[in-house]
């Protein structure tokens, strides 16, 4: 599908929105019944290193102003987790691939094809990544990257030394 991902409706700005009141309320009502579910449960099946990434996410997440997850999501969140775990693994034998003899060809052929499943992971999570809004492109395709501007006078208050816990 291609074309403009639509921007939830709480972070819409009503004077640049083609939609009206109305249309506007029930995309709110209907947004409400999908929002992110502060219950997102890790899922067992998960290798232990995928449920690491699974937890730091998260973390992350649950810091963002804006709710992205919901519980259609864990499907998606759970391949990027164990995608990641993935890559990982192969990163950690390029590096012992790497540092061992590198003159024979069995060695060479080895780490090509360790470089060739890096490359497919990488793929993999490049695609999942921006489906779940965890590269910059993803968040400003959603709009959430207006959603999370800072405020207009913060460098002021940066430059004068002022902390935004001041106000």
């Known amino acids: 599908m291609k074309g403009r991902k639509p921007k939830p ?3 819409t700005d009503a004077k640049k929105s083609k939609l009206n009141v109305k249309e506007t309320e029930d995309r709110k009502k209907a947004e409400s ?7 997102l449960t890790c899922p067992k099946s998960l290798s232990p290193e995928a449920q690491k990434e699974w ?5 992350l997440y649950r ?6 997850l919901s519980d259609l999501d864990v499907p ?7 995608a990641t775990a993935i890559w990982k693994a192969y990163q950690k034998q390029w590096k012992a ?16 094809k360790i470089r060739k499943s890096m490359n497919d992971q990488s793929l993999v ?11 910059p492109l993803g968040r400003a395709r959603m709009g959430i990257a207006s959603a999370l501007k800072p405020k207009e006078n913060s460098l002021k208050d940066f430059m004068e030394g002022k902390d935004d816990d001041e106000d």
Do not use: F, H, P
């Open 33 to 39: 019944n999908i929002k992110a579910s502060a219950n």
């Open 55 to 59: 937890r730091r996410l998260l973390r």
């Open 97 to 112: 691939m790497k540092d061992t003899n590198l003159g024979n060809y069995e060695s060479l052929k080895t780490l090509d």
């Open 63 to 68: 810091k963002m102003q804006v709710n992205i």
């Open 125 to 135: 999570l490049i695609k999942l990544a921006e489906q779940l809004c965890i590269t």
């Open 9 to 11: 409706a709480e972070i």
């Open 76 to 82: 998606v969140l759970s391949q990027y987790c164990e």
